[in-house]
């Protein structure tokens, strides 16, 4: 074997290993944030975390191109029809957000959430305590003793600081509101 | 042969790490006992190691520090799609009690102070701001800000007193890429392993030996996103006034919790 072959096998065979290594690890982040608030931190990467999950929503999951155009998940520059409470459909909107939450994932797109079942996704209202990073473009501003508050639909988020910057809880409705 | 001779090196200690590895649980014969493998060793060049000594020494000699990074990352979405994010970020430290960020990024622009014994951390677009009271060491208020505020400083390892230390704290392995010229400097190139992440660092060549890049590959998250950041216009003989760690809020903005997202990713 040649020199050049030699070290040819050392360097593919260390890139195969590297392969076989990351791929091992799998696992895809998830959420609203639009990513990155996390990021960047070497000692504090744990916190940029990732959650397990089967890649099956790609055999069937909605491209995030729409003739031609890619549309931003929480804020679409198109109005879209309120969706009531538990519409089925068997289509996310384009664009989606997804993330994990006590034991679930939770899809956003187009001003509502959704959750899987069966086939199809159920547009239902997110649970208490989940943080998003997004609200809805039609919510209401509440001020409550003093405090800020959004409803949508019939839910109630108030505006806090997380992952880094603003983000909103999904909280029940304030006394006195 | 330039790159030649890196590659070979981090396919060597690769190579030697597999050989090494056992295959399960070691079976003594003598005692009919299994006993745990050992512990691989740590696989650190002593040059990688060498290099960030030198990077902590020139930042720890400073008291005052000014730099600037362009920041990118890329934003995986549940479709695979990737998008590549683009920041500006700029810091000013005042050891061992000041830091000043100021975020510009592609969806908000934002402000985090801390004075010692504050931190305030401000939208300036959403008018929302945050106030919670912090540890007396900037060490100890960047450790406090991830673990209960959810605040994850980007470069946050430079900013501690020994940045060299707390970006070894975890390595498992780390060799010498070779050199590269980053904005007309030269630099020398590391490559640095751990758990879940791999990261590479890109350290200015010379006496003042400041990071001029760092890129970290989030090897636990699918599409294996980068976050990359280009550091420059360093001061490290930066001067502070005591208002550089003050944030004026205007009075329409509103006052909100840090709240820490249990389940977020």
Redesign the interface.
Known sequence: MTRLGFLMLLTFGALGMLSERSDARGGRGGGFRGGGRHMGSVRHSYYYRPRSYARHETTRGTPDHSQGAYHRAAHAATAAKAVAWGTRVRRLPDGYRRRWWRNRFWYYGTDMWYVEDSDEYIATQPPLGMIVHAIPEGSVEHTVDGRTYYEYNGVWFRPVMSGGGSSYEVVSRPEGS | MRL?AP??S???W??VC?CNAPAGPADDSKTGETKPPAADPPRIAPEARAALLRMSQTLQRAQGIRFFAK?Q?????????RLL?T?TVRYLVSRPTGLRVEFE????S?L?VYDGSTAT?Y?R??K???VTSAPDTLDAALDML?RE?????????LL?RDPGA??L??VTAASRVGTDTIDGMEAEHFVFS?A??D?QIWIAKGERAVPLR?V?T????????Q?T?TLSDWNLLAETKVTDFKVVIPPEA?Q??????Q???
Do not use: C, I
């Open positions: 030649a590659l070979l981090a396919g060597m690769l190579l597999a920041t990352y890329d934003d995986v979405l549940p479709s695979g799609l994010r920041n990024g592609h969806d908000d934002r985090l951390l939208d677009d959403r929302f701001y945050a991830a505020a959810d605040v994850v400083v980007p470069l946050s390892d501690y707390v970006l704290e975890k751990q879940g992440l990261w760092l970290l989030y090897l636990t998250v699918d599409g294996h996103p976050f950041a509103r909100a919790d840090f709240a820490v997202d389940e977020g990713a």
